[in-house]
């Protein structure tokens, strides 16, 4: 099946840093990502979608220069915490559909643990 | 907007027992309906999907789901679950015609003991 990888799997980082985080679709390409973000015991909360080629969708509440979302490449998707914040600790998974399309599945990144002090 | 609602946040069960996993969604539009399972330290994976047709779906590894519209209920079930079935059980959503986003239920932790 379709493979999505997600570089580093973790970092820690100090306050007031920034931190990129790199999605990448192996065997495919992908003309949109999605980026969620995960709080323990809680379920994936999508932050934006990233767009090739085009500007990002980011959902309510989300902080577009806060959350940097850069779709460079048809295989690369890089979202960039931005002055990082203890609260900004989460994990933020990404995903890619495999064909083009709105009913194709979506295949999900292993993750990536940010943890801010 | 759309929501997706697992009323089930923690279940454990014996190896053999029966497993039914409630989700019911918020949408008015026609959807497309997901399972995901998260196994301890790994990415989430796709167990079934239900697009259109029959609304009960079989996916990997026996389980199975079944669509009932007039419910908005998707719940996934399995006959005999494994030890190896631990894992996060969501449920998902997306509406048919739009964008591929998905929108996520909370999540229910399974616990199956040996």
């Known amino acids: 099946g379709a493979v999505v990888s997600q570089h580093p799997s973790r970092v820690i980082c100090k306050s007031g840093t920034s931190v990129k985080i790199e999605c990448r679709s192996l065997?495919?390409?992908?003309?949109?990502m999605f980026w969620y973000r995960q709080f323990p015991k809680q379920s994936l909360m999508l932050m934006a979608t990233?767009?090739?080629?085009?500007?990002?969708?980011?959902e309510q509440g989300v902080e577009k220069d806060k959350f940097l979302i850069n779709h460079a490449s048809l295989t690369l998707s890089t979202l960039t915490v931005t002055s990082a914040h203890p609260e900004d600790s989460s994990f933020y998974i990404c995903?890619?559909?495999?064909?083009?399309?709105?009913?194709?599945?979506?295949?999900f990144g292993p993750g990536t643990r940010l943890l801010v002090l | 907007a759309q929501s997706v609602s697992q009323h089930n946040h923690h279940v454990i069960l014996s190896e053999a027992a029966s497993l039914e996993l409630g989700c019911n969604y918020s949408?008015?539009?026609?959807?497309?309906l997901f399972w995901y399972v998260q196994y301890p330290g790994q990415h989430l994976q796709l167990l079934l999907k239900?697009?259109?047709?029959?609304?009960l779906v079989k996916g990997i590894k026996g389980f199975e789901a079944e669509f009932i519209k007039s419910k908005f209920s998707f719940n996934l079930r399995k006959p005999s679950v494994q030890w190896s079935d631990t894992a996060e059980y969501f449920c998902a959503v997306n509406a048919r015609g739009a964008t591929n986003k998905l929108i996520f239920g909370t999540g229910t932790l399974l616990a199956v003991q040996p």
């Open positions: 239900y697009f259109s047709g029959d609304p």
């Open positions: 990233s767009n090739e080629g085009s500007k990002a969708t980011y």
């Open positions: 949408y008015g539009g026609t959807v497309n």
């Open positions: 065997d495919f390409q992908a003309t949109t």
């Open positions: 995903s890619a559909p495999s064909e083009a399309g709105v009913q194709e599945t979506q295949y």
